[in-house]
């Protein structure tokens, strides 16, 4: 008797280390296996059975694809590249290096992370989210509200003509080359021109691409833009733009992440000195840039 029991002991042993040999190449790391007794046949066969439910293809096909299609968008419509006209703007930035305020790396780094966490770049960024929900809802009065206070809130003459230049180019460009359903009715919905942060929340939100990415994707072209200005008028090389890119990046993520739970109460700026620059560059002498 005691023979017997030795011997299908030993049998469970030896086909317990059969199936995890099996099973181990299909683990992945951080997969444990955990038991109480010999006889765990029943636990590894459910392990093995959640390993192959979990990797099934067609679901996380889908997945990537959606996400594949929003990052491919967002890195279309924010690009340099995309007809915008973004390249034609300062944002007061050239009036700035004229007077000095901005020589070097550093007070650049310093203007533009002003601009960023206190000024124009973090209300714009308030507008495109609170635009952005307005469309996913539905909501054209909400989104009416939104745009008019948004079109009221640029502090010059230039840079109105700025922010409400990319906006309608931005429109037009996606409405014909990337129309989505529902867009036409929003844009009629708000009865005023859309600023450019207004423009992008509205499409992103009736493409079905996400928030989050589409606020930070913003934020990376709006930082770029005036790096890309500020380069041309300092003179910086191109070293140095990436320099100020890279510690401009807690600042983009701050301000993304206070957008995201602002209200539009939440709205003010403290960049009164990069508000002057706006109106004092219509007057200079030469320039390079239209705002």
Known sequence: MATMIMSTTITRMIITAMIIITIMPRMTMGTIITTTSIAIIPTITTAASMLMTTNEPVDAGDLAEREAAALYRLMTW???AFPVGGFSYSSGIEWAVEAGDIVD???LAGWLDAMLRDGSGF???IFLVH??????????????????????????????LETTSQGRAFIEITRA???ADGLDAMV?????????????????AMHGVPLAPTMHAFLHALISNWISAASRLVPLGQTDSQRVLVTLEAAAVATANRALTASLDDLGSATFRADLASLRHETQYTRLFRS
């Open 188 to 204: 009629a919905a708000c009865k005023t021109p859309l600023i450019y942060p207004v423009a992008v929340g509205v499409v992103a």
């Open 131 to 160: 635009a952005y929900r307005a469309a996913q809802a539905g909501d054209g009065a909400i989104l009416r509200d939104v745009a008019e206070l948004a079109a009221a809130f640029v502090p010059s003459r230039e840079r109105q």
């Open 177 to 179: 080359a990337w129309n």
């Open 123 to 125: 209300c714009d960024a």
């Open 78 to 80: 924010l690009s340099p």
């Open 105 to 107: 790396t550093a007070t």
